[in-house]
Structures are given as C-alpha cells and as structure tokens.
C-alpha cells in the first residue's frame, strides 16, 4: 500500500476511506513531464512550487548534462509521445531551447507551460531577453499552455502581482502575431485557477467568457480554456493558514470528492522528473517531496517507460485537489 502524506485538518487516511485503497498508473505511460527549474519572473501566490526570481541556482535548475541524460532517455523509450515542460518559466532554463529542438527531432509532441508575461518581460538593462520565445515556440511547433487565472486585471494583478495582466494580454498578444490560436498546427491553450478557496467554475462555460471577452477587448483569440483547482500546498496553502481558510478549504475538497475523476488522473498517464532527474508521480508530488514507489534516489535513467506503468502511486489528502468536483489535471477538467 502506498505511503500517504497527510495534511493536519484531515485524518491520516481521509482519502483512502474513499475507496482509493491503491490507486495504479495506466498500463502505459505516454507523458514524461520535466520541471526545468523553479526560477521564474513572478512569485504568484498560488504556486505550488514556489517558484520565484531568487530561485536560479544551478542546484534548483535543470543542467546541460542532466537534459542530456533526458534526451537519451526519451530517444530509447518510444512509447513516450508528448514531453510536457513546465517550471519556474521553463523559457528561463538556459537548456530549453535545445531541449526543445532534440524533442521535435526524435517526433515527439512538445507542450511548454508558458507564463506569457515573460515574452515582454524587461531586464535591469531595459531589454526583452526572452522575446525569442513565441517565433521560436512556432517554429518548433510547440503546443502552448499559457496561464491567465482571469480575464479581469483586478483579479490576475491581485493573484500575480501589479502589471502581470498588462503583460499577459502582450504576451498573449505576440503569440497570436506568431499564428498560435490561428494556425491550426499552433495550439493555444489558457489556463485558468480560482482567486479564492473555491472550485473551479464548469470548463465550458468559463471558456465561452474568456473566448468572448479577450476577444471584444483585445482581438485575442485561443483555441481551449483548461480550469485547474488549486492545491493545498506550499504557497497556496501557506495563504489559506494565514487567513484561517485552510481548515473549510480541505472540508470542502473532500466533500466534493468525485470518484468518477480517478480514471483521467494525470499521475495514471505520465511520469514527471525534476530539474535534477528525480522521479515523482506528478508536479504536485514532486512539490511536497513524495518521490515514485517510495524510493529516496530514483533517477529517470534507472528505469524504463514499461516499468513505470502500472506502478503504485504514491498519494495523500492533497489529492482531494484532483479529484474535486469535476477533477483537476494538467490538462483541465477531467470530466
């Protein structure tokens, strides 16, 4: 039985009452998820990773060598199709790029979790170091999944700090320029997460806004809205301490538990590694340090994708974040 990693407001083994006495992956495992490294231009209050600009040491930032011994890994394991790559800014890892071409050159699908206020982002000199990103994301045709928690500034300012709407809708704005949301090869994605300790509203309506209103106000356009819940952890979870929510916010997660969700969970379908090549079942996992089958120093390259699958997964009372009304995974609602 899987080790769980509890959170103090529930009891120990909250989620396995569900019925979830062992959850599996899926007999194959078609995802290899990387978390490039947890420096990022914004310190957004629900990130589950803490990710920030203070967080660019080589120890916290996936290496030359390291992206190398991945790349390998995915050229010998064909059953791989998609490589999803996330952060921190995934754009600001001085490997992306090549990560990137090799990916496309070995056939495989590419997504990048873009946070697009980085593509006008200014540095100290007043320069746009990342401004490559949508032309070269184009190019490459890399699928993009771009977080935008609301369509309204007051709400994306209060979440991700003052100018980070302004800057998401240029962002947004330079990747339509580069034919994502047009050209049906350049895949658009929004990614929307709840300002407050509640569920996400239903996908799709919620899709149906977005497309309208950043449509009439900026002439953006996009091709899906995923709805993510936010989970009970690291920051996000910090905020709900702070304010004395986190108590009602775990309540209700278990509440609205929906076993329909297990079958589209995203640590069923995918592995994800750290910057250094550690094993985890899913980011959230990885965030909280609960590595793969319970193996302290379990590295991509010591197994197989066919030994992965069917594993047991290793789970906790954050998952209550997944399985919530009508689920949460990287890619949106479950069902």
Same mark, same amino acid.
């Given at each position: 039985?899987?080790?769980?990693?509890?959170?103090?407001?529930?009891?120990?083994?909250?989620?396995?009452?569900?019925?979830? /006495? !062992?959850?599996? &992956?899926?007999?194959?495992?078609?995802?290899?998820q990387?978390?490039?490294?947890l =420096?990022?231009? @914004?310190? $957004?209050?629900?990130c589950?990773?803490?990710?920030?600009?203070?967080?660019?040491?080589?120890?916290?930032?996936?290496?030359?060598?390291?992206?190398?011994?991945?790349?390998d890994?995915?050229?010998?394991?064909?059953?791989?199709?998609?490589?999803?790559?996330?952060?921190?800014?995934?754009?600001?890892?001085?490997?992306?790029r090549?990560?990137?071409?090799?990916v496309?050159?070995?056939?495989?699908?590419?997504?990048d979790?873009?946070?697009?206020?980085?593509?006008?982002?200014?540095?100290?000199?007043? /320069? !746009?170091?990342? &401004?490559?990103?949508?032309?070269?994301?184009?190019?490459?045709?890399?699928?993009? =999944?771009?977080? @935008?928690? $609301?369509?309204?500034?007051?709400?994306?300012d209060?979440?991700?700090?003052?100018?980070?709407?302004?800057?998401?809708?240029?962002?947004?704005?330079?990747?339509?320029?580069?034919?994502?949301?047009?050209?049906?090869?350049?895949?658009?994605n929004?990614?929307?997460?709840?300002n407050?300790?509640?569920?996400?509203?239903?996908?799709?309506?919620?899709?149906?806004?977005?497309?309208r209103?950043?449509?009439?106000?900026?002439g953006?356009?996009?091709?899906?809205?995923?709805?993510?819940?936010?989970?009970?952890?690291?920051?996000?979870?910090?905020?709900?301490?702070?304010?004395?929510?986190?108590?009602?916010?775990m309540?209700?997660?278990?509440?609205?538990?929906?076993?329909?969700?297990?079958d589209?969970?995203?640590?069923?379908?995918?592995?994800?590694?750290?910057?250094?090549?550690?094993?985890?079942d899913?980011?959230?996992?990885?965030?909280?340090?609960?590595r793969?089958?319970?193996?302290?120093?379990?590295?991509?390259?010591?197994?197989?994708?066919?030994e992965?699958?069917?594993?047991?997964?290793?789970?906790?009372?954050?998952?209550?974040?997944?399985?919530?009304?009508?689920?949460?995974?990287?890619?949106?609602?479950?069902?």
């Amino acid at each position: 039985m899987t080790a769980l990693v509890p959170l103090p407001i529930l009891s120990a083994n909250s989620f396995r009452q569900q019925g979830v /006495r !062992e959850l599996r &992956a899926a007999g194959k495992i078609q995802t290899l998820q990387i978390n490039l490294g947890l =420096v990022c231009n @914004l310190a $957004c209050h629900h990130c589950h990773v803490e990710s920030s600009p203070k967080r660019d040491s080589p120890q916290e930032n996936m290496s030359a060598d390291t992206a190398r011994r991945v790349i390998d890994w995915i050229a010998s394991n064909h059953q791989i199709e998609r490589v999803d790559l996330t952060g921190g800014s995934p754009e600001m890892n001085p490997n992306f790029r090549s990560l990137v071409r090799r990916v496309r050159d070995l056939g495989r699908h590419v997504m990048d979790r873009c946070n697009p206020t980085i593509i006008p982002y200014t540095d100290h000199e007043n /320069r !746009e170091p990342y &401004a490559w990103i949508p032309h070269f994301l184009a190019e490459h045709q890399v699928e993009v =999944v771009a977080s @935008l928690p $609301c369509y309204l500034e007051d709400n994306v300012d209060q979440q991700r700090g003052r100018g980070a709407y302004n800057a998401s809708i240029e962002g947004l704005r330079r990747l339509n320029d580069a034919g994502y949301g047009r050209d049906p090869r350049l895949r658009l994605n929004l990614v929307y997460n709840p300002n407050g300790p509640h569920l996400p509203p239903p996908q799709a309506s919620l899709f149906a806004d977005y497309q309208r209103e950043l449509k009439n106000r900026f002439g953006l356009v996009f091709n899906d809205l995923w709805t993510i819940t936010n989970m009970p952890i690291k920051r996000w979870r910090h905020e709900l301490e702070r304010s004395g929510q986190l108590s009602d916010y775990m309540k209700m997660l278990a509440k609205a538990y929906n076993p329909l969700t297990l079958d589209g969970l995203m640590c069923r379908h995918q592995i994800h590694i750290d910057s250094a090549g550690r094993l985890y079942d899913c980011d959230f996992n990885y965030a909280l340090d609960l590595r793969t089958s319970g193996s302290p120093e379990q590295f991509l390259w010591n197994t197989t994708a066919d030994e992965l699958a069917g594993r047991a997964i290793s789970t906790g009372d954050h998952c209550y974040g997944c399985t919530a009304g009508a689920g949460s995974s990287c890619g949106g609602a479950l069902i």
